[in-house]
């Protein structure tokens, strides 16, 4: 991948010091530098509520990149954490994003030139709407270098928790910046092997004849973890695993699998026909829960610290969804996800109709198996793993493998129903360890 060498960037992230920018973004931040692939002059800004000093932020990003057992040698950690610098304020205080500002436009005089602006919002949702009116207010959505807009938003998931704060967080969102600017983060978009998808799907047309309800039988979305909350339990008891990751993974690797060919691979195209295959999915009515919707709680999710005693909070849910077009009619989609399980794994099985359909060898013990198995599992080896891609992508401006407005209520539309309703399904428990019946 070529070195961003004619775009000068400052990366501002709103909670740094938070378990997302712990695991992913720094770790991402270091890989691309390490590799060459970030401009030349970059700059990495923590927006914290901690009244911490630049060092005090430099240290602590040494720490993570020796506790996640990064390598790294001395000469190139002295230069990525010379770019590390913070800026102590409060979300909602007018003169902490003006301190903000300030500290942008002294690196832009650095530099001498006015630097591409992206805004990480690493942060709770309930944050957002905030953060949005200030940075607005405070004139940061307007900087401007040349040609185009040098701000650019990313927003990280859950997009507002239903239908109705979500559309209600994009009309906020778009009252203040551009279409252009807007980049909705859902990482899995930007996995390798899930843009391997489109490749085979699209790549060679002579697919497409079976890739309908008259050749499939049903797909299985699951994305199944071994891991609990990793000290993330009072955020995940007040989201609980469908918002976490059916609304947006699990319902993006089914638009992946099902939407329609955008006949050009470019971004508008793309979102596009991602968001009409979420728009057509059935919305499952009230009567329907029993038959279409099962979920569950581990037992050891009432152990954790933070979390309510008495947690009605699923951390296991299975839905059939339909989609009602003609490709897909009478096809069942089945969308699974849990955690504290017995597997790690996230996968995409479709699964054929015709017993004569063979996808795999013959041999003396070997049956055929009648699907493909689609494995998305993270980047090995030298390619940039989904954080790196989305952080280029976003300098780039593409926005191909970011969600779009329509996409994100598209999937509120089908999923807010059901947590409406959540108190009519049963709450099954399960021991960790357990592994769900395919």
Same mark, same amino acid.
């Given at each position: 991948?070529?070195?961003?060498?004619?775009?000068?960037?400052?990366?501002?992230?709103?909670?740094?010091?938070?378990?997302?920018?712990?695991?992913?973004?720094?770790?991402?931040?270091?890989?691309?530098?390490?590799?060459?692939?970030?401009?030349?002059?970059?700059? %990495?800004?923590?927006?914290?509520?901690?009244?911490?000093?630049?060092?005090?932020?430099?240290?602590?990003?040494?720490?993570?990149?020796?506790?996640?057992?990064?390598?790294?040698?001395?000469?190139?950690?002295?230069?990525?954490?010379?770019?590390?610098?913070?800026?102590?304020?409060?979300?909602?205080?007018?003169?902490?994003?003006?301190?903000?500002?300030?500290?942008?436009?002294? %690196?832009?005089?650095?530099?001498?030139?006015?630097?591409?602006?992206?805004?990480?919002?690493?942060?709770?949702?309930?944050?957002?709407?905030?953060?949005?009116?200030?940075?607005?207010?405070?004139?940061?959505?307007?900087?401007?270098?040349?040609?185009?807009?040098?701000?650019?938003?990313?927003?990280?998931?859950?997009?507002?928790?239903?239908?109705?704060?979500?559309?209600?967080?994009?009309?906020?969102?778009?009252?203040?910046?551009?279409?252009?600017?807007?980049?909705?983060?859902?990482?899995?978009?930007?996995?390798?092997?899930?843009?391997?998808?489109?490749?085979?799907?699209?790549?060679?047309?002579?697919?497409?004849?079976?890739?309908?309800?008259?050749?499939?039988?049903?797909?299985?979305?699951?994305?199944?973890?071994?891991?609990?909350?990793?000290?993330?339990?009072?955020?995940?008891?007040?989201?609980?695993?469908?918002?976490?990751?059916?609304?947006?993974?699990?319902?993006?690797?089914?638009?992946?699998?099902?939407?329609?060919?955008?006949?050009?691979?470019?971004?508008?195209?793309?979102?596009?026909?991602?968001?009409?295959?979420?728009?057509?999915?059935?919305?499952?009515?009230?009567?329907?829960?029993?038959?279409?919707?099962?979920?569950?709680?581990?037992?050891?999710?009432?152990?954790?610290?933070?979390?309510?005693?008495?947690?009605?909070?699923?951390?296991?849910?299975?839905?059939?969804?339909?989609?009602?077009?003609?490709?897909?009619?009478?096809?069942?989609?089945?969308?699974?996800?849990?955690?504290?399980?017995? %597997?790690?794994?996230?996968?995409?099985?479709?699964?054929?109709?015709?017993?004569?359909?063979?996808?795999?060898?013959?041999?003396?013990?070997?049956?055929?198996?009648?699907?493909?198995?689609?494995?998305?599992?993270?980047?090995?080896?030298?390619?940039?793993?989904?954080?790196?891609?989305?952080?280029?992508?976003?300098?780039?401006?593409?926005?191909?493998?970011?969600?779009?407005?329509?996409?994100?209520?598209?999937?509120?539309?089908?999923?807010?129903?059901?947590?409406?309703?959540?108190?009519?399904?049963?709450?099954?428990?399960?021991?960790?360890?357990?592994?769900?019946?395919?």
């Amino acid at each position: 991948m070529a070195k961003i060498n004619s775009t000068p960037v400052s990366i501002v992230i709103f909670g740094i010091t938070g378990d997302l920018a712990r695991r992913k973004l720094i770790p991402a931040l270091w890989k691309l530098f390490i590799r060459g692939n970030l401009p030349d002059d970059f700059s %990495i800004i923590g927006f914290i509520r901690k009244k911490w000093s630049d060092n005090d932020l430099k240290k602590y990003v040494e720490d993570i990149l020796k506790q996640e057992n990064i390598k790294t040698d001395a000469k190139n950690k002295g230069r990525f954490i010379k770019s590390i610098s913070c800026v102590f304020g409060d979300y909602r205080e007018e003169k902490s994003y003006k301190k903000l500002s300030d500290k942008l436009l002294e %690196i832009d005089k650095n530099i001498g030139k006015c630097c591409l602006k992206l805004f990480h919002l690493a942060v709770p949702p309930e944050i957002y709407e905030v953060i949005f009116e200030q940075i607005h207010k405070s004139g940061l959505s307007d900087m401007r270098a040349g040609e185009g807009e040098r701000t650019r938003m990313l927003v990280e998931k859950p997009f507002g928790n239903n239908r109705r704060e979500a559309e209600k967080l994009d009309q906020r969102l778009k009252a203040f910046f551009k279409e252009e600017q807007i980049f909705l983060v859902d990482h899995y978009m930007g996995k390798e092997s899930m843009q391997n998808i489109l490749k085979f799907r699209f790549s060679d047309s002579s697919l497409e004849h079976l890739w309908n309800s008259s050749f499939i039988e049903k797909i299985n979305i699951r994305l199944r973890e071994s891991l609990g909350m990793e000290g993330r339990g009072d955020f995940y008891d007040q989201i609980g695993a469908l918002r976490d990751v059916g609304q947006n993974h699990i319902l993006q690797m089914l638009a992946f699998i099902a939407m329609e060919d955008p006949v050009v691979f470019e971004a508008e195209a793309m979102r596009r026909s991602r968001a009409k295959v979420l728009s057509e999915l059935h919305i499952i009515a009230k009567k329907e829960l029993m038959k279409f919707v099962r979920r569950g709680q581990c037992e050891d999710f009432l152990k954790e610290p933070f979390v309510n005693p008495a947690s009605k909070t699923e951390t296991y849910f299975r839905l059939e969804a339909r989609v009602e077009n003609k490709r897909w009619k009478g096809v069942q989609f089945f969308l699974e996800s849990g955690k504290y399980l017995g %597997i790690s794994s996230v996968e995409i099985e479709v699964v054929f109709r015709k017993k004569n359909l063979r996808l795999g060898p013959r041999g003396e013990k070997l049956v055929s198996k009648n699907a493909i198995l689609f494995r998305i599992q993270p980047n090995g080896g030298g390619t940039p793993d989904a954080y790196e891609r989305v952080i280029l992508d976003c300098i780039a401006g593409d926005q191909t493998f970011f969600a779009s407005a329509e996409e994100v209520l598209a999937s509120w539309e089908f999923i807010t129903p059901i947590i409406e309703n959540w108190k009519d399904i049963p709450l099954e428990k399960y021991a960790r360890g357990w592994i769900p019946k395919k």
